[in-house]
């Protein structure tokens, strides 16, 4: 074999390696440049009850996860029995924020799938979405004691996740 | 005839609108170029009609209107999104391969191309292959 099919095979196989690379990498899994920063203020009127205010504040003091969610959300049902699963096993309360959904097409979701929360945000114009830098539902955030940002979660939860990276977090959160 | 009376009302009150502020939707609309569409990734915000495209390029409109300068807006972007929801990256530690990248490979591209040239000169370099 002369020496330019080498360097020829070598390029062709440097490149498919890195191509390769290419494919196993999800390109929604962005960065976010909210980790380590103070969780959005917010107030907003409660799913179940609308004329009830829940304020960021209240969490104060708590490490909390938040998952954002939607009824016309196609991905939150295939996690919806992992997410509840986390939510039964009472390591940490999860709030919800439903996204840019209408109210009553929310509570027949929960109806229908079981209501994992301990209580849903109605985040109707998708303002507070967009101040947690939401961009594909859904997603979930874990925000320790002092309100800052420490996990984001772009896409389904899965048992794994929930098992190596959410739990864990949460707990040595909870110790600090 | 009533009808067709209220329709070309009801698309004129559409046009006013849109019109309202022409300066105003070309700022919308420059900066919109700048920015990434983060459903449809290789789009611009100005060319998508996402539904959180449509509500970004309302919150851009809504920031101007709050007199928020375009540098303002794109730190609002970027604060919620990160670097990667503009389109023209700034240069970074992460982002320097990014830069740098071109003109890496177009360096190689020509000392190879040269290499080959001078080689293909050297008549005792010919082979049949």
Known sequence: MNR???????????TAALLGVGLTLDPRELPSPLI?????????????????????????????ILNVWASWCISCREEHAALSALARSGAAPV????????RDQALAWLERFGDPYALSLHDRDGRLGMDYGVHGVPETFIIDRKGVIR??????????IVRDRILPLVRELQRA | MRRLFSFVLAFAAT?????????????V??????LRCLVCQNQTLADSHA???VDLKNRIRELLREGKTEREVLDFMVQRYGDFVLYRPPLRTA???LWAGPFILLALGVSGWIAWLRKRNTPEAEEIS
Not at chain 1, 151 to 160: N, S
């Open chain 2, 51 to 53: 539904a959180l495209a």
């Open chain 2, 15 to 27: 046009l006013a609108f849109s019109q309202e502020d022409p300066i105003l939707e070309k700022r």
């Open chain 2, 95 to 97: 982002t320097a391969l």
């Open chain 1, 4 to 14: 330019r099919a080498v360097l020829a095979f070598g390029l062709f196989g440097a």
């Open chain 1, 151 to 160: 996990y984001k979660r772009v896409g389904i939860l899965t048992q794994d």
């Open chain 2, 29 to 34: 609309m420059a900066l919109a170029e700048e």
């Open chain 1, 95 to 102: 709030i919800g924020l439903n996204y840019k959904d209408e």
């Open chain 1, 36 to 64: 380590g920063r103070s969780a959005p203020a917010f107030a907003l009127p409660l799913l179940q009850q609308p004329d009830k205010i829940s304020s960021h504040r209240e969490m104060l003091g708590t490490v909390w």
